[in-house]
């Protein structure tokens, strides 16, 4: 069965930075696209970013381009979430999830696998 667990949601103040991991397993990690979504209260599930089995390809909503950045360490079968520059628009839970497709599209659909969710809180 695929696990996906996440890590690292906490308090931030506006300004500043948490770094978000997401640990697989029994899933052939290197070949699905991974992605971070997040979901304030309320509201729909919302796409963050998107990065390739290889790693070569990234994409971003640009609500967080310039601000987050997306990364895998495929020999640790890890993702992770770079959150700079928060701001309280940014508090939700944060999922991440798994594609069985090299390149995963922007919408909750196109994954198969995800996670429980960690809860991310910016503070003005």
């Known amino acids: 069965q695929v696990q996906l667990v996440e890590s690292g949601g906490g308090l931030a103040q506006a300004g500043g930075s948490l770094r978000l991991s997401c640990a697989a397993a029994?899933?052939?990690?290197?070949?699905?696209?991974m992605a971070w979504f997040r979901q304030a209260p309320g509201k729909e599930r919302d796409f963050v970013a998107r990065?390739?089995?290889?790693?070569?390809?990234?994409l971003y909503d640009d609500s967080v381009k310039g601000r987050f950045t997306i990364s895998r360490d495929n020999a640790k079968n890890t993702l992770y979430l770079q959150m700079d520059i928060l701001k309280p628009e940014d508090t939700a839970i944060y999922y991440c999830?798994?594609?069985?497709?090299?390149?995963?599209?922007?919408?909750?659909?196109?994954?198969?696998?995800w996670g429980q969710g960690t809860q991310v809180t910016v503070s003005s």
């Open positions: 990065i390739s089995g290889s790693g070569s390809s990234r």
């Open positions: 999830a798994a594609a069985s497709v090299p390149y995963g599209l922007p919408v909750t659909a196109t994954y198969d696998y």
């Open positions: 029994t899933l052939t990690f290197d070949s699905h696209s």
